[in-house]
Each structure stands twice: as structure tokens, then as C-alpha cells.
């Protein structure tokens, strides 16, 4: 039997990983696996000769390649604490430089850090050396093909041609985990990059930064960032830390930025305007969770299908999340006290007068900060967002169950559990769920929730000061002129020979740049959709829930044909994170359904 996994990130691993555990129901006859990807192994995520300065957002001690625990199966944060770290990093072909950054690093993590993604990427390599040598030795042959695969046919059921530019071959199995893809670029864009070529400027769509080409950039150079997610501090990383200055950090804890002279000038804006919020420092133990008094379990598991609107969704999560800020600002109040007064709909007058009136916990300006701007602030917006960032990193530091705010936000993170389950169980009013859910919802998760480490911001707030990076206030409108890139608002004109869309691609293959879902949409995938009358797509693939395997246009199961990760967002809930050591990981849950699925396929 032959089995093709397309590409080589943290699923396409974790795909070897349940070969690997589950090879004594597979092996009766002999198994030759062909992992694909034009990157490396570690995929295009995971790079590990990336610039070392970019980090990750998940802290070490929750994430993972393998389903188990164990000696020779590691968490991320075991391997880092075991001698293979630092010998992996010896072998593996990278600069000197590179190497002793890295051992340097490995000595000095804790679980609550946030690593290197380039020492997340030799973890990836030395666990797929791993999985092969176990594998090998229980003589299932496995290949790595570094190409991209071009086209995948369904030939006869559970058959399937799998194409490069040099290779052909049928196999019984495809596990398709191929991540981000490439955008097709809107009219907008592919405009800008004309405009860009005439005029000689530069123009970066929406990508990875790691794999972006930033050398044109010259010292000085005006650039401009749309979009001030994790992307945004990514870029501002590159484009100073990676140029070779350097923050020095006072007495007070606060952050200098000492130039090279090679950094441009670097202007961010973005629809609200202001930059992702810190994640806060860990308190609780990696594993914990805290537990929702409103959006609970409990309660959804009485909803029907289609029943529960976006507008509901909310209120229930916005008491949920003043819960948590209550029961850190005003920690003499009883839980009790405080659940009943919420379910009220709003906190006693005599309670709220405990409270300095900016302490009032109030979502509407949380997710809208821009509206509470002082018109006189906004001409200098760049010092009001240096403010913000100077008070959201004194919150994160004060850590996630200290600090109302940073336990708040940890808050969002731990309702994915709920939130999870209302996807997973079609609870959502399918229009309000495509229409509202995952626009405005992924769009506050991102600004409160799936920040940068603590110290990105005062980094930022420091390059503020030295007047490297300014922020436009909001509105702001964007044009090309003459030979230039302009942003403008009532107070700012600026011209920039530098454009970049500093997000990641969208999450959806649907529309994408891509050849093998442009062909298997036409002869086999289908969009997910989730009301047919209306045809509401959810911008994922249809698969089975359960397994992952495609759902083709009659409606039928193509067994064998799996597709899991990013493809499948929007009718699963956030696929792009890694596998976590925390308890019912969902990535490593998907992982056992669709080994499952495909050991009862092969053995009926
Ligand atoms: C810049 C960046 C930073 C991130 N940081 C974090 C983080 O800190 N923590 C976290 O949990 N998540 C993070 N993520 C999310 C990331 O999506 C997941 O962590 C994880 O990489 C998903 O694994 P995957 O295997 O599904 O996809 P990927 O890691 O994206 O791997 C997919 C692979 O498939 C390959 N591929 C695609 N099409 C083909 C084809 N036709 N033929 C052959 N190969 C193909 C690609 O080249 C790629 O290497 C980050 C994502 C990005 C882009």
C-alpha cells in the first residue's frame, strides 16, 4: 500500500506520527510513504534557518509534534530540555551564527517563553528523523519528495495519481495538510503590483514575512504597513532588530532602541488602528484553563441546530468575560454575587462606585479603542499609541490571573473550547455564523487574543520614541498618486515607495492560487457550505467532520482522500495553531479520527 502525505508542516508530521502508532494494523501488506513538499521538512511555517528574531506565539511548554508524550516522542519542551536539542541544532545546516543563538536559547527557555520558530523548525527535523528511523525499522519504507505536488486525480475509488513536475504514481491513501496557501490576488492588488513595477516601488501581498525579500528596502526608505496584526510586528522586527539595531532596557524596565542607520521609515495603519494587545504573561499552569459561567457546556448542549444568533453568542460571551475582569478588580465580591448580577444584564450601581470609572468593564471600547480617542490626540496618534502599548504591557506583565485585562483576554482564549463546540455542532444561525461570526469575531479574537509575547510591544513603544514606526489615526484613506504609495488622513499625508500588506494570506483554498485545489474543485472537492438553499459557504472544503475525509459533489464520501488543517476552517475552528500538550487537544483528536477512519476503511 502506498500512502502520500502533502506537505511536510506539523500535520503532515503528525500524519507520520499516527502511521508510526498505528503500523501493527497497517502493516499486513508491505507500506511505502511519500511525504511531499516543496520546503524543507518542518514546512514553510517552520523554516529553520528563518531569521532567528521571529518568534512564536504559543509558549514552548504547549506545543507539540506528537500525539504521546514520551521518551522518544517528546513535547516541544521536553525535547528542548533533553540532550537532542542542542545536537540537533550542531547537525543541522545553519550559520555559525545561527547555531550559537540557538544553543543559546535552548539554555535559557522556560515553558512559559516564547522559542525561536527557527528552533521550532529543527524540532521538526529531528522528529521526522525520528519517525523515519522508527518506521524503517519496522520496514515501512518512507520518502521525502522536496516538490510540490501539481495535481491529485481520483482514478478508481480509493485510488488516487499523485503528480510533480517529475513524478507520477497511484496511492491507496493521500492525507492532505498543506497549510497556508497563496492567495489569488483581488483586482486591487494585482493593480498594485502594476503600479509597483511602472513606478519602480515596492509591493508585498500578503504572505509569510519570513519568506519575504526585504533587502530592496533602503535605509531611510519611507515603507508603509497595512495591517497591524502579529504580521505587522513581524515586519517591524525585520525591518529594525533584523537590520542590526538593538534595544538596550533601562533600570525601569523600560525598552531604548539603539539604531543602525539601516532601518526605514516605517508608517502602520489599519481599520481600528491600533496594534494587536500583549499576551499575558503566564500565571496559571499551561495546562489550565478557566472555566465559563455563561457560554458553559452545559447550556449549549441544550441548543438545537441553527439556533443560537451571533448577537446572543456575544452577550453570553461579553458576561463572561466581565466575570473574569470583576473577579480580578473587585476580588471581595462574591462569585456568586457577581454570576447573578451578570445574568442580570448589568452590575449594581453600588458595586460599580468600588470602581474608578475607566476600571468599569466596558466591551464596546475594548474592541473599538479609536472611538475613545480625543479628537486633540489624534493629529499625534503615534504618541497615543505609544501610551496604549506602554499600559496593555504593564497588564500583560502583571500576568493572565493577576491583571483584570490580561486575564480577560486569556479568557477569550480559553472560550475556544465552547466556541469549538458550537461549530462543531452547527449551533450557530448559519447566516449570522458566515456573515457575522467569521468576519467580526476572528477580526477581535486577533486584536484582543492572538497577540504577540509582552515584550514585541515595548520593543514597538520604544521604536515609536525614536520615530522609526508612526501610526496614522483611523480613517484613513489609501491611494497610488503620481509615482507614490499615499495614506492620508485630516491631519497626515504620507507618500511611501513601499507598500506592505502586512497580514497573512486568507484562511481559505477555496478562491486560492492554488493548481490541485483548482482541479480537485473542479473534478471532486466541493465548497462547504452550510445552507444550500442559500449556498452560504464557510470558505472551507467539504469533508466529514469526523474524519476529514472529502465529501465529493454527489454527496458521497471519497474514502481515503483526506484533507485536514487550514482547507477545513470555518467548518472546524481555528486549525492554524500547532499540536498542544493541553488536555483533548483538538489537532491530536483529528489526528486519531482520521487514523480510525482509515484503518476501518483498509480492513472492510
Ligand atoms: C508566520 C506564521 C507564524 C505562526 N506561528 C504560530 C505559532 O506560534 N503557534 C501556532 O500554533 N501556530 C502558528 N502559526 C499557524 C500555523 O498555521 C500552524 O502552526 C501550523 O504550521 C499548521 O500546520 P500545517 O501542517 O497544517 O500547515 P503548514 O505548517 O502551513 O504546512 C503546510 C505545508 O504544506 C506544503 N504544501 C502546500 N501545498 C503543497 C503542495 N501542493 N505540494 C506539496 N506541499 C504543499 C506547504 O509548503 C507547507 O510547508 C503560524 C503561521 C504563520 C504563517
Given at each position: 500500500m502506498k500512502i502520500a502525505i502533502v506537505g511536510a508542516g506539523p500535520r503532515g508530521i503528525s500524519t507520520l506520527d499516527q502511521i508510526n502508532l498505528s503500523s501493527d494494523q497497517l502493516t499486513r501488506e508491505s507500506l511505502d510513504i511519500i511525504v511531499f513538499d516543496s520546503f524543507d521538512i518542518g514546512g514553510s511555517v517552520w523554516i529553520a534557518d528563518q531569521n532567528h528574531l521571529l518568534i512564536m506565539n504559543t509558549p514552548c511548554g504547549q506545543a507539540t509534534l506528537f500525539s504521546q508524550n514520551t521518551s522518544k516522542t517528546p513535547s516541544f519542551f521536553d525535547w528542548i530540555k533533553s540532550p537532542n536539542s542542542s545536537l540537533a541544532v550542531k547537525i543541522t545546516k545553519l550559520t555559525p551564527n545561527q547555531k550559537e543563538a540557538l544553543l543559546t536559547e535552548i539554555e535559557n527557555l522556560s515553558a512559559t517563553d516564547y522559542a525561536s520558530r527557527s528552533l521550532f523548525g529543527v524540532y521538526a527535523k529531528w522528529a521526522f528523523t525520528e519517525l523515519v528511523s522508527m518506521l524503517t525499522q519496522k520496514e515501512i519504507s518512507i520518502n521525502f519528495i522536496n516538490?510540490?505536488?501539481?495535481s491529485i486525480t481520483v482514478?478508481?475509488?480509493n485510488q488516487f495519481e499523485v503528480q510533480t513536475s517529475s513524478f507520477t504514481d497511484s496511492f491507496s491513501a493521500v492525507f492532505m495538510a498543506t497549510g497556508f496557501p497563496l492567495n489569488t490576488l483581488t483586482k486591487s492588488e494585482n493593480n498594485l503590483i502594476d503600479f509597483a513595477a511602472e513606478h519602480k516601488l515596492t509591493y508585498i501581498p500578503a504572505k509569510n514575512p519570513s519568506l519575504t525579500n526585504l533587502e530592496t528596502i533602503r535605509p531611510q526608505e519611507t515603507v508603509i504597513l497595512r495591517g497591524l496584526g502579529l504580521t505587522f510586528y513581524d515586519y517591524v522586527t525585520l525591518l529594525t532588530q533584523g537590520r542590526g539595531g538593538h534595544f538596550s532596557i533601562d533600570d525601569k524596565g523600560r525598552y531604548h532602541y539603539h539604531k543602525s542607520g539601516q532601518e526605514p521609515v516605517i508608517y502602520g495603519f489599519s481599520r481600528r488602528g491600533y496594534p494587536s494587545h500583549a499576551k499575558g504573561s503566564y500565571e496559571k499552569d499551561l495546562a489550565e484553563t478557566m472555566t465559563p459561567q455563561f457560554l458553559t457546556i452545559s447550556y449549549l448542549k441544550k441548543l438545537s441546530p441553527s439556533s443560537l444568533s451571533y448577537q446572543t453568542f456575544l452577550k453570553l460571551m461579553i458576561k463572561d468575560l466581565a466575570y473574569v475582569y470583576y473577579t480580578k478588580s473587585l476580588p471581595d465580591l462574591s462569585k456568586e454575587e457577581l454570576v447573578s448580577q451578570l445574568s442580570n444584564g448589568h452590575l449594581d450601581d453600588n458595586i460599580k462606585k468600588q470602581l474608578l470609572p475607566h476600571r468599569i468593564f466596558d466591551f464596546d471600547k475594548l474592541i473599538r479603542p479609536e472611538s475613545t480617542v480625543k479628537p486633540s490626540d489624534l493629529d499625534d496618534f503615534s504618541s497615543t499609541i505609544g501610551d496604549f502599548l506602554l499600559d496593555d504591557a504593564t497588564e500583560a506583565l502583571q500576568g493572565n490571573q493577576t491583571s483584570p485585562m490580561a486575564t480577560t483576554f486569556e479568557m477569550i482564549r480559553d472560550l475556544r473550547k465552547s466556541i469549538r463546540f458550537i461549530i462543531e455542532n452547527d449551533l450557530f444561525d448559519p447566516s449570522d455564523y458566515v456573515n457575522q461570526f467569521l468576519g467580526s469575531f476572528k477580526s477581535l479574537n486577533n486584536f484582543l487574543a492572538a497577540g504577540p509575547a509582552v515584550n514585541r510591544l515595548l520593543e514597538l513603544e520604544a521604536l515609536v520614541r525614536s520615530n522609526i514606526v508612526h501610526f496614522i489615526a483611523p480613517p484613513v484613506e489609501f491611494k497610488t498618486s503620481k509615482n507614490k504609495f499615499i495614506v492620508k488622513n485630516h491631519w497626515h499625508s504620507i507618500e511611501a515607495t513601499t507598500l506592505i500588506e502586512s497580514r497573512l494570506p486568507k484562511e481559505s483554498v477555496i478562491a486560492a492560487n492554488d493548481n490541485v485545489y483548482k482541479k480537485l474543485l473542479n473534478t471532486t472537492i466541493k465548497p462547504h457550505t452550510l445552507d444550500n438553499a442559500n449556498n452560504l459557504q464557510t470558505g472551507a472544503i467539504a469533508v466529514e467532520r469526523k474524519t476529514n475525509q472529502v465529501i465529493n459533489y454527489e454527496n458521497k464520501i471519497v474514502k481515503n482522500l483526506f484533507i485536514w488543517g487550514l482547507p477545513t476552517e470555518g467548518l472546524h475552528f481555528q486549525t492554524t495553531t500547532v499540536a498542544q500538550t493541553t488536555p483533548d487537544n483538538f489537532f491530536i483528536k483529528e489526528s486519531q479520527e482520521m487514523f480510525k477512519a482509515f484503518i476501518q476503511n483498509i480492513n472492510s
Amino acid at each position: 500500500m502506498k500512502i502520500a502525505i502533502v506537505g511536510a508542516g506539523p500535520r503532515g508530521i503528525s500524519t507520520l506520527d499516527q502511521i508510526n502508532l498505528s503500523s501493527d494494523q497497517l502493516t499486513r501488506e508491505s507500506l511505502d510513504i511519500i511525504v511531499f513538499d516543496s520546503f524543507d521538512i518542518g514546512g514553510s511555517v517552520w523554516i529553520a534557518d528563518q531569521n532567528h528574531l521571529l518568534i512564536m506565539n504559543t509558549p514552548c511548554g504547549q506545543a507539540t509534534l506528537f500525539s504521546q508524550n514520551t521518551s522518544k516522542t517528546p513535547s516541544f519542551f521536553d525535547w528542548i530540555k533533553s540532550p537532542n536539542s542542542s545536537l540537533a541544532v550542531k547537525i543541522t545546516k545553519l550559520t555559525p551564527n545561527q547555531k550559537e543563538a540557538l544553543l543559546t536559547e535552548i539554555e535559557n527557555l522556560s515553558a512559559t517563553d516564547y522559542a525561536s520558530r527557527s528552533l521550532f523548525g529543527v524540532y521538526a527535523k529531528w522528529a521526522f528523523t525520528e519517525l523515519v528511523s522508527m518506521l524503517t525499522q519496522k520496514e515501512i519504507s518512507i520518502n521525502f519528495i522536496n516538490q510540490e505536488v501539481t495535481s491529485i486525480t481520483v482514478t478508481f475509488p480509493n485510488q488516487f495519481e499523485v503528480q510533480t513536475s517529475s513524478f507520477t504514481d497511484s496511492f491507496s491513501a493521500v492525507f492532505m495538510a498543506t497549510g497556508f496557501p497563496l492567495n489569488t490576488l483581488t483586482k486591487s492588488e494585482n493593480n498594485l503590483i502594476d503600479f509597483a513595477a511602472e513606478h519602480k516601488l515596492t509591493y508585498i501581498p500578503a504572505k509569510n514575512p519570513s519568506l519575504t525579500n526585504l533587502e530592496t528596502i533602503r535605509p531611510q526608505e519611507t515603507v508603509i504597513l497595512r495591517g497591524l496584526g502579529l504580521t505587522f510586528y513581524d515586519y517591524v522586527t525585520l525591518l529594525t532588530q533584523g537590520r542590526g539595531g538593538h534595544f538596550s532596557i533601562d533600570d525601569k524596565g523600560r525598552y531604548h532602541y539603539h539604531k543602525s542607520g539601516q532601518e526605514p521609515v516605517i508608517y502602520g495603519f489599519s481599520r481600528r488602528g491600533y496594534p494587536s494587545h500583549a499576551k499575558g504573561s503566564y500565571e496559571k499552569d499551561l495546562a489550565e484553563t478557566m472555566t465559563p459561567q455563561f457560554l458553559t457546556i452545559s447550556y449549549l448542549k441544550k441548543l438545537s441546530p441553527s439556533s443560537l444568533s451571533y448577537q446572543t453568542f456575544l452577550k453570553l460571551m461579553i458576561k463572561d468575560l466581565a466575570y473574569v475582569y470583576y473577579t480580578k478588580s473587585l476580588p471581595d465580591l462574591s462569585k456568586e454575587e457577581l454570576v447573578s448580577q451578570l445574568s442580570n444584564g448589568h452590575l449594581d450601581d453600588n458595586i460599580k462606585k468600588q470602581l474608578l470609572p475607566h476600571r468599569i468593564f466596558d466591551f464596546d471600547k475594548l474592541i473599538r479603542p479609536e472611538s475613545t480617542v480625543k479628537p486633540s490626540d489624534l493629529d499625534d496618534f503615534s504618541s497615543t499609541i505609544g501610551d496604549f502599548l506602554l499600559d496593555d504591557a504593564t497588564e500583560a506583565l502583571q500576568g493572565n490571573q493577576t491583571s483584570p485585562m490580561a486575564t480577560t483576554f486569556e479568557m477569550i482564549r480559553d472560550l475556544r473550547k465552547s466556541i469549538r463546540f458550537i461549530i462543531e455542532n452547527d449551533l450557530f444561525d448559519p447566516s449570522d455564523y458566515v456573515n457575522q461570526f467569521l468576519g467580526s469575531f476572528k477580526s477581535l479574537n486577533n486584536f484582543l487574543a492572538a497577540g504577540p509575547a509582552v515584550n514585541r510591544l515595548l520593543e514597538l513603544e520604544a521604536l515609536v520614541r525614536s520615530n522609526i514606526v508612526h501610526f496614522i489615526a483611523p480613517p484613513v484613506e489609501f491611494k497610488t498618486s503620481k509615482n507614490k504609495f499615499i495614506v492620508k488622513n485630516h491631519w497626515h499625508s504620507i507618500e511611501a515607495t513601499t507598500l506592505i500588506e502586512s497580514r497573512l494570506p486568507k484562511e481559505s483554498v477555496i478562491a486560492a492560487n492554488d493548481n490541485v485545489y483548482k482541479k480537485l474543485l473542479n473534478t471532486t472537492i466541493k465548497p462547504h457550505t452550510l445552507d444550500n438553499a442559500n449556498n452560504l459557504q464557510t470558505g472551507a472544503i467539504a469533508v466529514e467532520r469526523k474524519t476529514n475525509q472529502v465529501i465529493n459533489y454527489e454527496n458521497k464520501i471519497v474514502k481515503n482522500l483526506f484533507i485536514w488543517g487550514l482547507p477545513t476552517e470555518g467548518l472546524h475552528f481555528q486549525t492554524t495553531t500547532v499540536a498542544q500538550t493541553t488536555p483533548d487537544n483538538f489537532f491530536i483528536k483529528e489526528s486519531q479520527e482520521m487514523f480510525k477512519a482509515f484503518i476501518q476503511n483498509i480492513n472492510s
